[in-house]
């Protein structure tokens, strides 16, 4: 069966990065578009960033523009989530997401918890 599995979630201070990652199994990975959402305490889930099979579409939150960078290794199976300048904001628990097409996909991962914090 499909299992998307995230690592790298953790506490970090303001202006701090983590690096996320989902390691993807029982698809054949490089025919799937992934996603990174995020849902905070209160607030509705939330498309962080999304990347095309190939990579060669990316697109971003526009409040994460220009600090997070989404990537894929497609050898690898997983698909990965650089936070750069992190903010209180930020603080949500982030999910692997997967599809065939482009747009919210069928598989979930079951989160990694963020927390930007002093």
């Known amino acids: 069966q499909v299992q998307l599995v995230e690592s790298g979630g953790g506490l970090v201070q303001p202006g701090g990065s983590l690096r996320l990652s989902c390691a993807a199994s029982g698809l054949t990975f490089s025919m799937y578009y992934m996603s990174w959402y995020r849902q905070a305490p209160g607030k509705e889930r939330e498309l962080v960033a999304r990347i095309s099979d190939t990579g060669g579409m990316i697109v971003y939150a526009d409040s994460v523009k220009g600090r997070f960078t989404i990537s894929r290794d497609n050898a690898k199976n997983t698909v990965s989530l650089q936070m750069n300048s992190l903010k209180p904001e930020d603080t949500a628990v982030y999910y692997c997401?997967?599809?065939?097409?482009w747009g919210q996909g069928r598989y979930w991962g079951q989160g990694t918890q963020v927390t930007v914090s002093s």
């Open positions: 997401n997967g599809g065939l097409l």
